[in-house]
C-alpha cells in the first residue's frame, strides 16, 4: 500500500537531503514535487492545498533554513503535518451502554462489509469481547449464508436470519438472543446498493433509530480513492456515522482515501483492512501510517504483531535453546509458522525501518509457497529426524521428498539453509553481536 506515494515522496526527500543548505528556491521546488505527488495519489486538493501552504510556513522558517541538516528537518515537518492530516491519533470503537451495545456496519455493496463484520468479530473477541454476527441484508442473494459460514468458520455465534424479515425486527430480536447466548457486543451487517439511493438511507435510519447502535461504522473500499471520501460525506450526512473501516488498502498503491477522509468529512478512519485473512485488520495509528507512507518504518505495529502469536513460554524455551546451541529443526519449523502469522513477510519488512527504502527489498517478491513447502519437508520428517538432521542420509531424504511432495533438491536446499542457521547461532553465542554480525544472511 501507498507504493507510488512513498516512492514518489522518498526520491523528493533525497533531492532536498542532497542539499547541504537549503534555500527558499529548493523547497519550493521540493514541495512543488509533494503536492503533485499528492494529487496523483488521489488525495483531495483541498487536503493538498491546505498541506502545502502549512509546511511552506514552517519550512521557510528558522527551524530549517537555519537547520544543520535541513532535509531532515523538512522531512520531520512533512510527518508531523501527514500524521495531523490523518487524524493525529488513534480513536477506537465507542462501546458505551447496557450489553449487548450493537456495532451497525453501513456501505455500498461490494466494499467489503460482511469480511469487514467477521474480521471486527476476531479483533473484539482478541480484546475480551463476545462478539454476536447480525447479518441484516435481506436483499442481497446469499448474504445472509455468507455471514453465517463466515460466523462458523471464527467460531462466533450467529443470528439466525431469514431472506422475508424486516430488517429492524432482526436486530431488534438479535439483541435478546444476544443476551441468551452471554453476548455483549452486536455486530450489524446491514444491506447496502450499488450506489446511495433514498430507500438505502430511510432503511439504514429505520435501523439506527430503533437500535440506537453505540458506533456506526461506515465499510469503505479504499481502491476507490476519492468517491470513498465522497460517500463517507453522504453517510455521515445522513447517518453521522462514528468511523470508517478501509477496506482493501493493501491494494491500494495511491493511499488517497486514507489521507484524506478526515479532512474532508471529520470522521476518523478507525481500522484498515490488510488482507484477506480474518486476523488483517489493523487499527489505525495516524502517526504510524505517516510513518510507513514515509518509508521511516512501522516498529511499535511490528512489535503488537509479534505480541498476538508468540508464546512467552515457547520464547523461554527457545532462548534457553539457542544459548545452548539446541534449535531443531521442529523450532525452526515452529518459528515460520509464528512469522507467518504476523502477515506477509513483505509488509513485515515495509514495517523496518529503512527496509522500505532500500532497492533489493523494493523490487523484493517473497514467495510465501515456499514457507508451505518447507513446513510439508519438515512435517513428513520422523521425530527422530527432526531432532537430530545428521542422520537425514539419501534414502531418508528420497523418503521425506516423496512424503512431502517436493524433490530431493527441495530437501537438500532446507537442509542446507539450515546447518547455515546453526552455524550463525554457533558464531553468535560465541562472538555476541560481533560473531552473528559475520554470519548474517545465510540464505
Keep these: ?31 512543488r514535487e509533494v503536492r503533485m505527488a499528492l494529487l496523483e495519489a488521489d488525495v483531495h486538493y483541498k487536503v493538498v492545498k491546505t498541506f502545502i501552504k502549512d509546511i511552506k510556513e514552517r519550512a521557510l522558517g528558522h527551524e530549517v533554513l537555519g537547520s544543520l541538516t535541513p532535509g531532515q528537518q523538512v522531512i520531520k515537518i512533512v510527518n508531523e503535518k501527514l500524521t495531523e492530516v490523518m487524524g493525529s491519533r488513534h480513536q477506537g470503537l465507542t462501546l458505551k451502554g447496557a450489553a449487548p451495545v450493537s456495532v451497525m456496519l453501513v456501505g455500498l455493496q461490494g466494499s467489503g462489509k460482511t469480511t469487514t463484520a467477521g474480521k ?93 447502535p453505540s458506533e456506526i461504522l461506515l465499510v469503505a473500499d479504499a481502491m476507490t480513492g476519492q468517491d470513498a471520501v465522497n460517500m463517507a460525506k453522504t453517510f455521515d450526512d445522513q447517518l453521522d456515522i462514528g468511523g470508517v473501516v478501509l477496506s482493501k488498502l493493501d491494494g491500494d498503491a495511491r493511499g488517497g482515501a486514507a489521507i484524506s ?91 523496518i525501518p529503512g527496509m522500505g527504502k532500500m532497492k533489493q527489498m523494493k523490487h523484493l517478491d517473497v514467495d510465501e509457497t515456499e514457507f508451505v513447502r518447507i513446513e510439508a519437508i519438515i512435517n513428513s520428517m520422523t521425530r527422530n529426524e527432526r531432532q537430530n538432521h545428521a542422520i537425514i542420509n539419501g534414502s531418508r531424504r528420497r523418503r521425506i521428498a516423496q512424503g512431502s511432495g517436493t524433490k530431493v533438491q527441495d530437501v537438500n536446499r532446507l537442509l542446507k539453509n539450515y546447518t547455515q542457521v546453526l552455524k550463525m547461532i554457533k558464531k553468535m553465542n560465541k562472538g555476541g553481536m560481533r560473531g552473528l554480525g559475520r554470519g548474517m544472511l545465510p540464505f
Design 261 to 351: 477522509i478526515k479532512s474532508v468529512t471529520g470522521k476518523p478512519i478507525k481500522f484498515v483492512g490488510v488482507g484477506e485473512k480474518p486476523n488483517d485488520l489493523e487499527a489505525f495509528h495516524p502517526d504510524r501510517m505517516s510513518s510507513r507512507i514515509l518509508g521511516l518504518g512501522d516498529v511499535l505495529t511490528m512489535i503488537e504483531k509479534a505480541q498476538a502469536v508468540v508464546d512467552e513460554k515457547q520464547a523461554v524455551e527457545l532462548e534457553k535453546k539457542l544459548r545452548k546451541s539446541q534449535f531443531t529443526l521442529e523450532d525452526f519449523r515452529d518459528q515460520m509458522v509464528q512469522i507467518r502469522k504476523m502477515g506477509s513477510l513483505t509488509d513485515l519488512l515495509d514495517m
Design 1 to 31: 500500500m501507498f507504493d507510488n506515494l512513498s516512492d514518489k515522496l522518498n526520491t523528493v526527500f533525497k533531492k532536498l537531503k542532497g542539499h547541504g543548505k537549503l534555500t527558499e528556491k529548493n523547497i519550493e521546488e521540493g514541495l
Design 120 to 212: 471486527l468479530a476476531v479483533h473484539l473477541r482478541k480484546n475480551g469481547r463476545a462478539p454476536y454476527l447480525v447479518p441484516a441484508d435481506v436483499y442481497r442473494p446469499a448474504a445472509i449464508d455468507q455471514l453465517t459460514t463466515l460466523g462458523n468458520q471464527l467460531s462466533v455465534p450467529v443470528y439466525p436470519s431469514t431472506p422475508d424479515a424486516d430488517p429492524v425486527d432482526i436486530c431488534e430480536k438479535a439483541r435478546t438472543a444476544a443476551q441468551q447466548a452471554g453476548c455483549d457486543t452486536l455486530l450489524l451487517d446491514t444491506a447496502g446498493r450499488l450506489h446511495i439511493d433514498d430507500a438505502l438511507m430511510k432503511e439504514l435510519v429505520r435501523i439506527r433509530d430503533t437500535v440506537k
